[in-house]
Every structure is written in structure tokens, then in C-alpha cells.
């Protein structure tokens, strides 16, 4: 799967990637659109480009010995999406003094640009034991102070 990829930092608050990614035969239902629940794969896509683009992926998280699960995730539902299309998924950082990870998602048709759906995924952090942490992770604020100059 071929993902384009751009960072661009936005402001001190907020962090944002962009990522396109094709729509592919298996997210597609029997009408020729995207199954509502490949949205999620959509945000996770997102998030994954995210965290490569800025070293905060799942790996880079746990090489620090934390996991963050999604305890919160919602969506919006614009436009429907076909197989073929390609949409471009925008996720942004959002900043919290919490012990929390925040997304933002706009994702459009790459053909026309038409915005098909938005939302927003709460991360938390939980040490291998699979404690939560409600204090903000050392690593994380050293990761927010780069990447925030905050």
C-alpha cells in the first residue's frame, strides 16, 4: 500500500501530518463504498503516518515502555467514499496537559477534494504492566517540548 506522506508543523499547539492512501476491494461493501467502519482504519492509517513522521509511532512509544490504547473515538460521516477513490487523511495533534494523546481527523476525496468525514481518537498511556499512567510521561513531555517548543 502506497502512502504518500507530508509534515507540517502548524503552530506551537498543534502538530499536523498528511497521508493518501488508497481505498482498497476489502473496505468496500456490497454497494461499492466504504464500509462505515473503515473509517476507523482511516484515523489508524493517519496515526500511523503521524507517528512515523514525528517518531511518536507505537514503537517509538514502547521502546519507552508504554502502550496508549484508544479509550476514545468518534466519527463523523460526511460524504461516501468508492473503491478506487484515494482520500487524503489530515491528522493533527492535539495539545492536553494530560497524560493523553488527542487526534483530530479530516479526511477528503483526493479526486475532488470534497471533505467525506471527520472525527477525533483519545489515547492514554499504560506502563507493560498495563497500569494507566496519569502522569504525563517523561518521554512524552520531552517529545511535546520538541516538537511543541511548549
Known amino acids: 500500500m502506497e502512502h504518500l506522506s507530508e509534515k507540517k508543523k502548524t503552530d506551537i499547539q498543534t502538530l499536523s501530518n498528511t497521508t493518501v492512501v488508497p481505498v482498497r476491494f476489502s ?26 513522521a514525528y517518531e511518536l509511532g507505537y514503537l517509538d512509544i514502547y521502546k519507552n515502555n508504554f502502550a ?29 496537559p494530560a497524560a493523553k494523546i488527542i487526534f483530530k481527523y479530516e479526511i477528503y476525496r483526493e479526486s475532488d477534494g470534497e471533505l467525506v468525514a471527520t472525527g477525533e481518537s483519545t489515547q492514554v498511556f499504560i506502563n507493560l504492566e498495563h497500569e494507566l499512567y496519569i502522569v504525563v510521561p517523561e518521554f512524552f513531555e520531552k517529545w511535546k517540548q520538541k516538537n511543541l517548543m511548549c
Open 68 to 96: 496508549t490504547p484508544l479509550i476514545k473515538i468518534n466519527v463523523d460521516y460526511k460524504k461516501t467514499v468508492k473503491y478506487g477513490d484515494h482520500v487524503k487523511i489530515i491528522t493533527t495533534f492535539i495539545h492536553s
Open 27 to 52: 473496505e468496500v461493501d456490497a454497494l461499492g463504498i466504504v464500509w462505515h467502519g473503515h473509517y476507523l482504519k482511516f484515523f489508524e492509517d493517519g496515526r500511523e503516518a503521524f507517528g512515523r
